[in-house]
Structure formats: structure tokens, C-alpha cells
């Protein structure tokens, strides 16, 4: 039986889009490649049809399968790079989720 994938979802809040472009972006980016992940959604238009409007940047990541998430989650370079994040950005909701 093939394991289910694993997905990571965030919604965050930038409060200084250069430095968290610069200094998160970069390094996120190259620790979910090396844990084989996969950008679905990264920041992107939205069309909210319940609900107040916000300024929420919304990331959804995918991974071959849940224990991968939570190994790219564990890892000293994700945690790393999540300083930087939290210093440009505040995260709303941050949930590591099994696919069906």
C-alpha cells in the first residue's frame, strides 16, 4: 500500500515582503526540495466567497508522504529557516496534514 501523501499548509501575514523575500524565501525554498516537496500554492491570487477579506498569504506544500512533512517540519535547516520567517512574517495557521 503506498503511503498517503503529506501536505503542509500555512496562512502568514508579511510584514516586510523584501526581507522575507530575501532571507526566508530562499532558504525554505531549498530545504522543501531537499525533503523532495512541491509548492501547489504559493502566495497567489484569492477569491474569498465567505468570510472578511484579509491580507493572508496562504502556502500549500506537498510531500510523497505525511512522515516526510513532519521530517522537513524537524529538521535543524527547516528550523532554521522558520527564524527568519517569524521575524518578517506572522503565521496564522501552520498545519502538517495526511492525505486521504
Known sequence: MTPSKGYVFVELVVRDPENFKDQYQTRSTAVVAEFGGKFLVRGGAVSI??????????VLIEFESYEKALAWYDSPLSQEAKTYRDKFAHVITFYVIQGA
Open 49 to 58: 466567497k465567505t468570510g472578511p477579506s484579509d491580507e493572508r498569504r496562504r
